[in-house]
C-alpha cells in the first residue's frame, strides 16, 4: 500500500510540473484576433484596452488591438499589439509615430536607444527598437522594446516593456519569443 502511495505521489509530483505554459496568440479563437501569429508564455492575461475618444482618435492612424500582462508580481510584463492602418507604410517610420519620435519632449527621458531599421521578421519588412525610460521623481526606469512588422492589412507593432527590476531581461525573454515565433496569418 505504501508502495501505491509514492508512485501516486510521484504520478502528482510529475503532472504538476508540467515546465512552462506556452500559448499562441493572433488567431481567431485566441485572446487577440490579429493578423500575425505569435507565441507567448505563461501565465498571462488579457488587459481591456483604453478607449480612445473621438476627439483624439483622429490623431492617432492606429489602433489599440490586444494588451496582455505576462507574469505575475515583480515577474510581470506588458506587452501591446497595435495596427498601423495605412498599407505599404516603411516599418521605420510607423515604429516613429509609436514611439513619440516627433513629441518635444520625449527624448528627455530616453536613454541607451538601440534600432535596427531594416530586418526581416516572419518573412516581411520589419524593424525594431530598443531604450530605457528614465522617468522623472520616484518612478522605476522602464525597458521597452518594439517591433513593427508589414503585414498585408497594415503593419503590426509590438511593444514589450517592464518597470520591474530585472525588467530587462524579462522584455528581452519575451520579445525574442514573439520575434522568432511571428508568422503573418494566411
Not at 494588451?67 to 515577474?75: A, I, V
Request: negative net charge; hydrophobic residues 35%.
Amino acid at each position: 500500500m505504501l508502495g501505491t502511495a509514492l508512485v501516486a505521489e510521484a504520478v502528482l509530483g510529475c503532472a504538476r510540473d508540467e515546465g512552462e505554459r506556452v500559448a499562441s496568440m493572433g488567431g481567431a479563437r485566441s485572446a487577440c484576433a490579429l493578423p500575425v501569429t505569435f507565441e507567448v508564455g505563461g501565465p498571462w492575461k488579457a488587459k481591456p484596452l483604453e478607449s480612445i475618444d473621438s476627439g483624439t482618435k483622429k490623431w492617432f492612424h492606429f489602433s489599440h488591438v490586444c494588451k496582455l500582462e505576462l507574469g505575475t508580481g515583480k515577474e510581470m510584463v506588458e506587452l501591446t499589439v497595435d495596427i498601423d492602418d495605412l498599407k505599404g507604410n516603411n516599418p521605420r517610420e510607423v515604429l516613429g509615430g509609436h514611439d513619440g519620435e516627433h513629441i518635444s519632449s520625449h527624448g528627455e527621458y530616453t536613454h541607451e536607444q538601440h534600432i535596427n531599421e531594416s530586418t526581416t521578421v516572419a518573412e516581411q519588412p520589419a524593424a525594431e527598437m530598443d531604450y530605457r525610460m528614465d522617468p522623472p521623481a520616484e518612478t522605476p526606469d522602464i525597458w521597452v522594446r518594439k517591433l513593427a512588422v508589414v503585414a498585408p492589412n497594415g503593419t503590426i507593432v509590438v511593444e514589450v516593456q517592464s518597470n520591474d527590476p530585472g525588467g530587462k531581461e524579462r522584455t528581452r525573454q519575451v520579445y525574442d519569443r514573439v520575434k522568432s515565433s511571428m508568422r503573418v496569418a494566411s
